[in-house]
């Protein structure tokens, strides 16, 4: 018997530490450096659950952005009226009930096919926001007059990213992630062998929905006043997307590590080179889909076994 942890245990000790040194950010830094740490929080978010389905099974949706948008848009209606913890739930149940519709609707297809009609979903439900908004308050956006303290807004986007990994740590070693890996691997093999393929996907396409409408419902309240250009930003969903497939969609250190460094670079480079935070994501894309196509986490896991041979 030994109290050592296991390596199984390993990346769970390293989560909650993480998580520890992280709540304390608000009260030991600066409000600018707390600002940054949240945008931090926010894609770690987007980019870990985005690859818990779409880095299992390869199938690339760009429907991040209308999910975060609808968590936003819930949390805004529902703020007044609903406590805090129920307004995020409220938002994470509203974009994951719409990924079910949709993914029922889209998710029988494949590659770019399945990238463009979620693309062109996302521009849907927009447009039917900003219609709605126009007939029912005669005006596009809301004012958000009541709002949680920054502290509560940055534990709480804290809590659904630490969430985000745990349920990610979770499901790759379940028969839902195994499930999702056959369907990536080969999903006519992964059905012969009695996997039900579709229903595997709308609840992995639902629980990543889930999360990102989380996060909307936290976000939205750091602006005073949200419309849909704003929180349905395409940027949004493209810049997830482009984190999780640099960092490696397939593992789960990747996309953390990677939300870390392009939300300190975006902050950098935004402020002295407002084009230059694109180019160099758009570069590193590039370079990776050439070079690194399982993304940067490949780097450290051709070093693990090699310095395994290594040891006598």
């Known amino acids: 018997m030994t109290l050592l942890p296991s390596a199984t245990n390993k990346p769970w000790w390293v989560l909650g530490a993480g998580l520890v040194l992280a709540a304390a950010v608000p009260w030991v830094a600066t409000e600018f450096v707390a600002s940054v740490a949240l945008g931090c929080l926010m894609y770690i978010a987007l980019a870990t659950s985005w690859s818990l389905f779409c880095g299992a099974t390869r199938y ?163 602006w005073t006043y949200i419309d849909p250009p704003a929180v349905f930003s395409p940027f949004i969903g493209f810049q997830t997307v482009l984190i999780a497939m640099i960092g490696g969609a397939a593992s789960i250190g990747g996309p953390v590590a990677a939300a870390v460094v392009f939300s300190l670079l975006s902050e950098t480079l935004r402020l002295q080179l407002p084009y230059g935070y694109m180019m160099v994501l758009g570069l590193l894309l590039i370079l990776c889909v050439m070079y690194l196509p399982d993304g940067l986490a490949s780097l450290w896991r051709r070093k693990a076994p090699a310095s395994r041979e290594a040891r006598p």
């Open 60 to 222: 690339l949706s760009l429907a991040t952005s209308a999910f975060f948008g609808l968590g936003a848009y819930a949390s805004a209606t529902l703020l007044e009226v609903l406590p805090w913890p129920l307004v995020i739930l409220s938002g994470a149940a509203v974009a994951s009930a719409v990924a079910v519709l949709m993914g029922a609707a889209v998710l029988h297809l494949r590659g770019t096919y399945f990238a463009v009609l979620t693309f062109g979903m996302t521009e849907l439900i927009r447009h039917a926001v900003t219609f709605v908004e126009k007939q029912v308050s005669g005006t596009v956006g809301r004012v958000l007059s009541v709002v949680p303290s920054n502290e509560t807004v940055y534990l709480t986007v804290l809590a659904i990213a630490g969430a985000a990994i745990a349920t990610a740590l979770l499901v790759k070693r379940s028969r839902f992630g195994l499930a999702l890996a056959g369907i990536g691997a080969d999903e006519q093999r992964a059905q012969t062998l009695g996997v039900d393929t579709r229903r595997a996907k709308v609840m992995g396409f639902a629980l990543t929905a889930a999360f990102a409408g989380a996060v909307g419902a936290a976000m939205a309240v750091r």
